[in-house]
């Protein structure tokens, strides 16, 4: 254990919290393309104690630590979530653990879209219904897990989505400093 423990500090600048298992494949596939190395742990809805014990759990050897809240499954008190992650940031920071939370409109999905050129992507109000059609139209079959987010993670246009979604563009900046 200590070895691995030892190999991963000496390899990892970054480490990622998602909320769910296709938001991982996304995030490591990103990450892989960009050439960034990144551990991406999962939070699980909408938790920001949960995100806390993941990040003192995993950030010895991480340079930086992301949390990505999307907003399309959060309950109607938005901005009382919101706090409850600022707050827990805080208390993180005081703890000497930097976080960076970035919110994702809508839903990884959006970013998605945006690299694939689709316009206003973090405003359509279900990406995933709308990556559903564009897909059918292509021809391939749309089926949310971590393999095909990943895949698509690798064939989406970064310089597009960037332009396209400024939750994105947040990330990479996050991820690529």
Not at 6 to 33: C, M, Q
Not at 139 to 151: A, F, N, P, Q, W
Not at 157 to 164: F, L, R, V
Request: with cysteine; glycine share 6%.
């Amino acid at each position: 254990m200590a070895f691995w423990t030892y190999r991963w500090n000496t390899l990892s600048s970054h480490l990622v919290i998602v909320e769910g298992p296709s938001d991982k494949g996304f995030i490591e596939g990103i990450a892989e393309k960009i050439a960034v190395k990144c551990k991406v742990r999962l939070m699980r809805g909408n938790r920001p104690e949960k995100a806390a014990r993941i990040a003192k759990s995993h950030f010895r050897g991480a340079g930086k630590a992301i949390i990505l809240k999307d907003l399309h499954r959060a309950t109607r008190d938005v901005t009382s979530l919101i706090n409850r992650f600022k707050n827990v940031i805080i208390q993180l920071k005081n703890e000497g653990i930097e976080l960076q939370l970035i919110i994702v409109k809508r839903s990884i999905e959006s970013w998605v879209l945006a690299g694939l050129c689709v316009k206003n992507s973090e405003e359509i109000s279900d990406p995933e219904e709308k990556l559903k059609e564009l897909m059918q139209k292509k021809g391939r079959c749309y089926i949310k897990s971590v393999e095909t987010l990943r895949k698509l993670a690798k064939e989406i246009d970064i310089k597009k989505a960037i332009e396209k979604s400024e939750s994105f563009k947040k990330f990479i900046k996050a991820l690529s400093t």
